[in-house]
């Protein structure tokens, strides 16, 4: 009777374990590990001023172009010409107008390591250039609706890529931005 007890007590410790401190995620789920995580902790800015992390939705996966493929970004609504804000410190690495992103900014982190990714801007901060040093806060552009975007729905959309070594600016891989801002 005692060695059933002592099984009963392993098998409930066990359980135990796995439930409070086993975390099972399946291999093709995405996540953030210390690889792929910017500097300060892995917590970005969120880069619209006076935007609250209870305001942003997870868009990462959302399908895009009719479902041919996915957003692999976010979209932080807000009022055209409201303050976009660097997210982190690095260095403006392109300047770019496309027909789907429209006026769009490019930032590389100091290592060097990320791009993030502004686009459907309203306009650059007077006197921005390519190759300037930018500090985690400081305004970069406006919110807008530049490019592809709905006029009547001006917002931020928000890319977070992971560069290799000698990658361009628009290169790298997309990790979602979404748990990186919200953590706020």
Not at 35 to 62: H, M, R, W, Y
Not at 92 to 109: F, I, N
Request: aromatic share 8%; charged share 15%; net charge neutral.
């Amino acid at each position: 009777m005692r060695l059933w007890g002592g099984i009963a007590l392993a098998l409930l410790l066990c359980v135990a374990f796995a439930h409070y401190c086993v975390r099972i995620v399946p291999a093709d789920a995405p996540s953030v590990s210390k690889a792929v995580v910017p500097a300060d902790n892995g917590v970005l800015l969120i880069p619209v001023e006076g935007v609250p992390a209870s305001a942003l939705t997870d868009t990462f996966t959302q399908p895009r172009a009719g479902g041919s493929r996915p957003h692999d970004a976010i979209d932080i609504m807000a009022a055209r010409g409201r303050a976009v804000l660097a997210a982190a410190d690095g260095r403006v690495e392109k300047l770019y107008w496309s027909a789907e992103g429209g006026r769009t900014l490019y930032q590389r982190s100091t290592d060097g390591r990320f791009v993030y990714y502004y686009a459907h801007l309203d306009g650059y901060t007077p006197g921005l250039r390519e190759g300037q040093a930018l500090h985690r806060g400081q305004q970069i552009a406006t919110v807008g609706s530049a490019g592809n975007a709905d006029p009547s729905a001006p917002h931020l959309h928000f890319a977070v890529h992971v560069m290799q070594p000698g990658e361009p600016w628009h290169g790298g891989r997309a990790v979602n931005p979404y748990p990186l801002l919200a953590q706020h």
